[in-house]
């Protein structure tokens, strides 16, 4: 609904919209990690991760201080083969 109004207010096509916002919008979990409770965090690393580096996981952790954390010998997607889904 409010990208509705967005787009016929500023009279752009969804493509212009969302390009605008790839544009603008950054954000960096190491930024937002201190708006996170770390003693109410479970943190889910993988060690073989391409999609998200292991040392990336770890500068986010630490960035969280350091939350219980589980460590995971798979890739991003075959971490999936850990969970119940």
Known sequence: KYRKQV??????????????????????????AQYIDASKTLLVLAAFDQTVPFDSGLKLRRALG???????AADHFTSLLYTQF
């Open 66 to 72: 350091e939350p219980e954390t589980i460590f995971l």
């Open 7 to 32: 787009l016929d207010r500023w009279n752009i096509s969804e493509e212009e919209f969302f390009a605008y916002l790839q544009a603008q919008l950054k954000t960096d979990p190491k930024t937002l």
